[in-house]
């Protein structure tokens, strides 16, 4: 039998393969699950485990930006206009979002 806390998770997980590498992206505030406003600015934790990865990266995301705050950017075929994996996972959820990887060097 499948514990309730494992069909309804008290914080934000999600396991995800991406680049065929298997990860977890997670949030510690609770209210990411039940409240909406909360989605507004938030932070997720990612850690795949992999030995290139030193520290779990520390991600703030940004579901209220515009596209036109950003950096201007090359032509979109350009390798400048390319976005990781991982923050394409993300916009699958919160489409538009902005991800800040906060120092650390986007992977994947």
């Known amino acids: 039998q499948v514990s309730p806390a494992l069909r309804s998770p008290r914080f934000p997980v999600w396991l995800c393969s991406l680049s065929g590498r298997?990860?977890?992206?997670?949030?510690?505030?609770c209210r990411l699950l039940s409240d909406w406003r909360s989605e507004r600015i938030f932070q997720?934790?990612?850690c795949?485990?992999?030995q290139e990865q030193t520290r779990t990266a520390h991600l703030t995301v940004d579901t209220?930006?515009?596209?036109?705050?950003?950096?201007?950017?090359?032509?979109?075929c350009s390798p400048g206009?390319?976005?990781p994996a991982l923050e394409m996972a993300i916009r699958t959820r919160w489409p538009g979002a902005t991800v800040s990887w906060n120092g650390t060097d986007s992977f994947f």
């Open 81 to 83: 206009q390319r976005r």
């Open 22 to 29: 298997h990860s977890v992206l997670f949030g510690t505030d």
């Open 48 to 50: 795949s485990g992999q």
């Open 44 to 46: 997720l934790y990612f």
């Open 64 to 76: 209220h930006s515009h596209h036109w705050e950003e950096a201007p950017r090359e032509g979109p």
